[in-house]
Structure formats: structure tokens, C-alpha cells
């Protein structure tokens, strides 16, 4: 049997569209989950695989980072061999790694199945949207944008409840079997559903700038991690650090001579997509590196359940709908810089809340409040005006560009955050592997977690700092027609035309 074609423009719908996009849906749901199940399972793999912070951080970062890596190679393969082919072998080999990490029995089996399931999200999260975007008319297409973005809300949601209801009950590799019927639904309903498609003219896989991309982003994780143990000046952190940034400039030098280069240089040059993108990247490096503290400070020096811990994080998500909600009115109001700009300061205001006010679990849902309102109103402007600045042929390695600087925010959040926290807890208590046993280690990680929930919080103000210095502010009224095309949320007239000219520039360069 042939397998099915995504619809051509011949103004018809595709009467599959709503069951495509639940697939779609379900299989950025659990990519999504993951994360939020395994935060509540930390002190649990602590104590039964006896390690400490730094090998934490690398079984949280062994997903996040390899996703990065990967995220633009595999949206060119994905766009050359077929997307539905892509998003089923990624959500098949999330179902392998899932297997091989709930049967873990040592670290570095755990870190080898979460970098699987990098790879695995990494090929799934771009062919989601490109299926959603081939099989939806114009006039459906927003509407099926926002349920599939929900699905991603309802897995950073569901993930701390699940994840702690799972390990109260079972033990700690069950928020990784809880994959697997997930998976199982996608594979089936999806090799019967999904039509398949696939680039008119795909680009070339560009396998040099794959390694040299990588290595740049691994390094520079690498570094931060292992600053816990040897600290930051040391040789070996400082020769990771340095071969990030020969690995960065080499990769710059190479994309810009390639005549088919992974990252549009074009585009990030202009300073509105640079402080967008950037905004992002910083908001997500404070969220992953608050999250992946207070679930463990919860659990440790507040003596909450893993079920309990979930339930308190859960707020996050509800504050983010409200922010979410009061996004496009802001924006409108005072451009995208006013509403990214306002949502990462609210953001850095909460996060500061998290690790400074007295007074236990009020203060915490205080923060949490103000954080999940902070990243609401700031998300939705930043990606409005990063896909408003390409034409729609270009759509696509915007949205990778932006993505995968997204997940490296959040590697290097758990790299940094979670690095201050274990050289303040190694210098303030007897450390040793595995969570704190005794009220002195506790008292000790409490302080260290204060700590680097302050470094969270003024890394996302230093991100509000710089929106606001490279977003368009709110444009004036128009003279003429309204709304026109290419039209970014606060984008001034000066900006507009620099944009045009911008994208004049970028056609004659090929």
C-alpha cells in the first residue's frame, strides 16, 4: 500500500486533519513529559544509584543537550527522506531509550538512554510541526498551532504530578515506563494516518557543521558541569571552555562558506530576532536551572513526598495559562518589547521570591506565581516576532534556529544552576554522594539551593535587559492600510523596511 500524501494546495482540506493532529499532539506530549517526570524522580535515582549532584546534572542534561545538538540536523533529514518516516523513527527510538533507562542499573547507563531519547525527540519535534502545517489550511492552521502548543503546556503540567505520583507509589524507573503507551499509540495510529512529505528541494546535510555545532555545545556543557568537582578557573574546565569557542568559530567560519548552511546567518543578524531568540534562551536557562534546584530543595529541605513535591511545583503551569492569556493584550499595548521584556523581569522576580522570602511553601507558590505569569507573557511575543521576521518558505529554520537555542538554554541551566548549588553544598557540609542524609547536609543544600536560584534570577534579568535593548517597541499607527504581511507584534515602520531589505539581501545571497 502506498502510504498517504500529504494534501497538495488544491484548496481542499484533509478530512484526517483532527486525528492527524492528535497524534501530532500525543507525540510532542510525551517528549515534553519526560522532563517534568524525571525532576521529581532526582533524590529517588540519587539514592539508589549513590551519585551526587554533577552526575544529576548529566542524567538531566544527557536529554536536553543531545536534543540541541541534533534538533537542526534532524530537520534537514527529516525534510529530505520524509517527515512522517522521521517522527515515527524518533518516537520509536524514544520507546528504546525509554526501555533501556527503566532498567538502568548504574549512571552511565541512565545518561546513555536519556542522550537516546535526545535524538529520538530531536527528529519528533520538527516533523510535528511540519505535518501540522502541510495538512491544515491557512484559515485552520492557527487554530491547530494552539491545540498542538497545548500539549506541550499540558506535558510541562502533568509531568511533576505524574512523575510524583509514579515514584510514591513505585520506584523511581516507572516515570519511564509510563512512555511507553504513549509511544505504542503514536506508532500505530501514526503509520496508519500521517501522510507523508517531504521538501520540494531539500537541503543537503551539512555533516561538518553537525560535529562542529555539537561539539561547541557539548564543550561548553561539559565545562560547567565539571566546574562542580574542579571549579571554575581550573585547567580542565578552562580547556573545555576554550574548545566550545574555537569549536563555535570554527562552525561560524564553516556555515558561512557552506552554500547550504544549518543556521541563517542572515537572520541573526537582525537585532530583533537576535533579542528574541536570545530572550528565550536566557528565560529557558533560568526556568530549567530553577526547576531542576526546587524539586530536589522540596524533597530535601522541606521534607515533601515526591507526590507532594510534584503538587507544589503544578501552580507553574496554571500562571503560565494566565500569562499566556494577558500576552497578545500587552504586546499590542507596548510592542514586543514591552511584553518579552515586562515577562522576564516578572520571571527574574520570581525566581529571586524562590530562594530569598521566608516563610516556606507561601513564599515558594509566591514565586511560582510569578514566574509561570512572567514566562507567559514573555513566550508568546518573543516566538510571534521570530516567525513574523521570515517569509513563510523560511519558517522552518527559524523555528529550528530558535528551538535549539531554547534547549540549550535549558542544558545550560542545569549546568550552571545546578553546578553553583553543589560547590556551595560540597563547601558548607560533609558531602557525599547521594541526597543529604542528616539535618546539617540539608540545612547546608538549602543555603546552596538559595544560592543558585539568585544566579537564575539575574541570569533571566540580564535577558530582560537585553530585549530590551534589541526589540522593536510599540509601532505607531499606521498611515495607510493596516496589517500588512510580514507585520511583527511592536514592530515599527524603520523596522519593517530594515526587515524587507534584510530578506532582499538573504535572496540575492543564494
Not at 502541510?134 to 504530578?161: K, N, T
Not at 515586562?342 to 516563610?359: F, H, K, M, T, Y
Not at 518558505?393 to 531554547?406: F, H, I, K, V, W
Request: charged share 10%.
Amino acid at each position: 500500500m502506498q502510504p498517504a500524501q500529504a494534501p497538495k494546495a488544491s484548496g481542499v482540506a484533509d478530512p484526517r486533519r483532527w486525528w492527524v493532529l492528535g497524534i501530532l499532539s500525543l507525540a510532542l506530549f510525551v517528549i515534553i513529559l519526560n522532563n517534568g517526570l524525571l525532576n521529581v524522580a532526582l533524590p529517588g535515582m540519587m539514592r539508589d544509584l549513590d551519585t551526587g549532584i554533577a552526575l544529576t546534572q548529566w542524567i538531566v542534561d544527557g536529554y536536553a543537550l543531545v536534543f540541541a545538538a541534533c534538533l537542526l540536523t534532524a530537520g534537514t533529514l527529516s525534510d529530505r527522506y520524509g517527515r512522517k518516516r522521521a517522527t515515527l523513527l524518533g518516537t520509536a527510538l524514544f520507546g528504546v531509550g525509554s526501555l533501556v533507562a527503566l532498567s538502568a542499573d548504574g549512571a552511565g547507563q541512565l545518561i546513555a538512554a536519556r542522550g537516546v531519547m535526545g535524538v529520538a525527540a530531536a527528529f519528533v519535534m520538527p516533523g510535528t510541526l511540519s505535518i501540522l502545517v502541510e495538512v491544515f489550511p491557512p484559515e485552520e492552521r492557527q487554530r491547530a498551532i494552539a491545540v498542538w502548543g497545548s500539549a506541550s503546556a499540558l506535558g510541562v503540567a502533568a509531568g511533576p504530578i505524574v512523575g510524583g505520583a509514579l515514584v510514591s507509589n513505585f520506584w523511581w524507573g516507572s516515570v519511564f515506563l509510563v512512555n511507553l503507551l504513549p509511544v505504542l499509540l503514536v506508532l500505530v495510529a501514526g503509520a496508519l494516518l500521517l501522510p507523508e512529505s517531504a521538501a520540494q528541494v531539500p537541503r543537503p546535510a551539512d555533516p561538518v557543521g553537525a560535529v562542529l555545532g555539537s561539539s561547541a555545545m557539548v564543550a561548553l556543557v561539559y565545562g560547567a558541569i565539571h566546574a562542580a568537582d574542579e571549579g571554575w578557573a581550573s585547567a580542565p574546565v578552562l580547556g573545555a571552555f576554550s574548545a566550545s569557542a574555537a569549536a563555535g568559530c570554527a562552525f561560524a567560519v564553516w556555515e558561512q562558506r557552506h552554500p547550504s548552511p544549518m543556521v541563517d546567518f542572515v537572520l541573526l543578524r537582525k537585532p530583533a530576532f537576535l533579542g528574541a531568540s536570545a530572550g528565550n534562551m536566557l528565560l529557558f536557562l533560568g526556568l530549567a536551572g530553577t526547576l531542576f534546584v526546587l524539586t530536589q530543595q522540596l524533597q530535601f529541605a522541606f521534607g515533601y513526598s515526591a507526590l507532594r513535591a510534584g503538587l507544589a511545583v503544578a501552580p507553574l503551569a496554571l500562571a503560565v495559562g494566565i500569562g499566556s492569556a494577558l500576552a497578545p493584550g500587552l504586546a499590542r499595548r507596548t510592542g514586543a518589547r514591552g511584553g518579552v521584556t515586562s515577562g522576564l523581569a516578572c520571571a527574574a522576580v520570581g525566581i529571586l521570591a524562590l530562594g530569598r522570602l521566608p516563610g516556606g511553601y507561601p513564599a515558594v507558590l509566591t514565586g511560582l506565581v510569578l514566574i509561570g505569569i512572567g514566562v507567559g507573557l514573555a513566550l508568546t511575543p518573543a516566538t510571534d516576532t521570530v516567525m513574523g521576521l521570515v517569509p513563510p518558505e523560511r519558517s522552518g529554520n527559524a523555528a529550528a534556529l530558535n528551538d535549539t537555542m531554547q534547549e540549550l538554554g535549558n542544558a545550560l541551566g542545569v549546568a550552571v544552576v545546578g553546578t553553583v548549588v553543589a560547590r556551595g553544598y560540597t563547601a558548607g557540609a560533609d558531602a557525599r554522594p547521594g541526597p543529604p542524609a542528616t539535618d546539617a547536609a540539608r540545612a547546608a543544600f538549602d543555603a546552596a539551593a538559595g544560592s543558585g536560584l539568585t544566579v537564575a534570577a539575574s541570569i533571566v534579568a540580564a535577558g530582560a535587559v537585553l530585549t530590551a535593548l534589541l526589540l522593536p517597541g510599540a509601532r505607531p499607527k499606521p498611515a495607510g492600510p493596516a496589517g500588512l504581511a510580514g507585520d511583527v507584534p511592536g514592530q515599527s515602520v524603520r523596522d519593517r523596511t530594515a526587515h524587507t531589505a534584510a530578506d532582499t539581501t538573504y535572496e540575492r545571497a543564494q
